[in-house]
């Protein structure tokens, strides 16, 4: 529990002090940067596996065969 206490207090400084609020409201804080950091550490896996894996455009190969408009037979 404290090491998982330990990435929101990096993450989110709100966390670095004393949150002067009531118990209930301090529950409902610390489950909203959950589902927050969540969200934006999925979303860091995204952006990393889209720049480790690149789509590039299908390119012609020069003097290949050109299937554009060709019919099989």
Known sequence: MECAFGILSNKWRIF?????VSPDF????????????NFVR?????????????????????GGPSLRGARGG
Do not use: G, M, Y
């Open 26 to 37: 301090a529950v409902d804080i610390v489950k909203a940067s959950v589902v927050l950091h």
């Open 16 to 20: 670095q002090r004393t949150l002067n």
């Open 42 to 62: 999925e979303r860091e896996i995204v952006i990393r596996l889209k720049s480790a894996f690149p789509v590039t455009a299908l390119e012609t190969v020069p």
